[in-house]
C-alpha cells in the first residue's frame, strides 16, 4: 500500500522537474523517469499488458524519437528564453485553478471506494488479446490505417522539398 | 503474479483521481509557461499519459478490460501523434531556425 503512494510521490516529483528543466535534453530525462513511474503503477494493478506497451512504446519509442529530434536542432546557444514573469504567474495561478476545480467537484461526489481487482487475469496479455479481437477488431484495423498514414504524412512533412518543383 | 493484487487492494479510487489530476495539471501548467515547442509537446504527453493512468484504475475498479483496450488504442494514437508534430517542429525549425513558438505569431497574418 505505501508503494503506490511512494511511487505517485516520485512521479509528481519528476512531473515538475520536467517543466521546470533549464535544458530541453534534462526534462526529456525526467520525463523518461516519469513513464517509468507511470509504467511501475501499471504493474501495481496487474495490467501487465500495458506496462509492457508502455514501456517499449513511450520509453522505448517516443523518447528516444525526442530526443534525435532534439540532437538534430543545435539549441545549446539560446537554449531557453524563459516568458516574461507576469506570464509564468499567469500560467502558475493557471495550472493550480484548473487543479482546484477537479479535486473539489471530486470532494462533491465524494465517493471513497477502495480500487479492488476482482479478476486477478483481468490485464494479462490473453484477456486482453481475446477482447481485442473479437470486439475491437474492427477499430484495431482502422488504427493500423491510422499509424500508416502517420508514417507517410511525417516523411512527406520532414524531406526537404527538391528544388525541381 | 499471483501476489501482486494484494498490493492495491487497500488503495481508494480517489487517490488515484488526485493523483492523475495533480499530473495533468502539472501538464497544462507546461504548457502555459514553456517557450520551447518541443518541451509543451512534452507536457501534452504528460496529460496524455495521466489520462491513460486514469482509465486503467477506472478499468480495475469496475473490472471491465475494455478501458485497458481503450488505453491500447489511445497510446497508438500517441505513436501517431508525435511522428507527425514532430515532423512539424523539425519543418517549423528548418524555416526560421528556432522553435521558439513567439516566432510563429506571423501566423496570424
Known amino acids: 500500500m505505501s508503494t503506490f503512494y511512494f511511487i505517485a510521490f516520485l512521479s509528481v516529483l519528476f512531473s515538475i522537474l520536467v517543466i521546470t528543466a533549464k535544458n530541453p535534453v534534462h526534462s526529456i530525462l525526467y520525463l523518461i523517469l516519469t513513464f517509468s513511474t507511470f509504467t511501475i503503477h501499471y504493474i501495481l494493478m496487474n495490467a501487465q499488458f500495458l506496462a509492457i506497451v508502455n514501456f517499449i512504446v513511450y520509453m522505448g519509442a517516443i523518447l528516444v524519437l525526442f530526443l534525435y529530434t532534439l540532437m538534430l536542432m543545435n539549441l545549446n546557444k539560446d537554449s531557453e528564453p524563459f516568458k516574461s514573469n507576469l506570464v509564468k504567474v499567469a500560467a502558475y495561478v493557471g495550472g ?26 483481468l490485464g494479462l496479455v490473453k484477456n486482453l488479446g481475446k477482447i481485442l479481437f473479437n470486439e475491437y477488431l474492427l477499430p484495431f484495423e482502422v488504427s493500423s490505417i491510422l499509424l500508416l498514414s502517420a508514417m507517410v504524412g511525417a516523411v512527406l512533412l520532414a524531406t526537404k522539398e527538391s528544388k525541381t518543383t | 503474479m499471483e501476489n501482486i493484487p494484494q498490493y492495491i487492494q487497500a488503495i481508494p479510487l480517489n487517490h488515484y483521481i488526485i493523483l492523475c489530476a495533480i499530473v495533468f495539471s502539472i501538464g497544462v501548467t507546461g504548457v502555459l509557461l514553456r517557450r520551447n515547442a518541443i518541451v509543451i509537446f512534452m507536457s501534452v504527453e504528460l496529460m496524455l499519459n495521466s489520462v491513460n493512468l486514469l482509465l486503467t484504475a477506472f478499468s480495475v475498479y469496475r473490472g471491465d478490460a475494455s478501458g485497458q483496450v481503450f488505453v491500447f488504442f489511445i497510446m497508438a494514437l500517441a505513436a501517431a501523434e508525435v511522428a507527425i508534430g514532430l515532423a512539424i517542429i523539425v519543418m517549423i525549425y528548418r524555416n526560421t531556425n528556432s522553435i521558439d513558438i513567439n516566432v510563429l505569431n506571423r501566423l496570424k497574418w
Open chain 1, 96 to 121: 493550480a485553478c484548473f487543479l482546484i476545480t477537479i479535486i473539489s467537484s471530486l470532494k462533491a461526489f465524494n465517493t471513497s471506494q477502495l480500487v479492488i481487482l476482482k479478476d486477478p487475469n
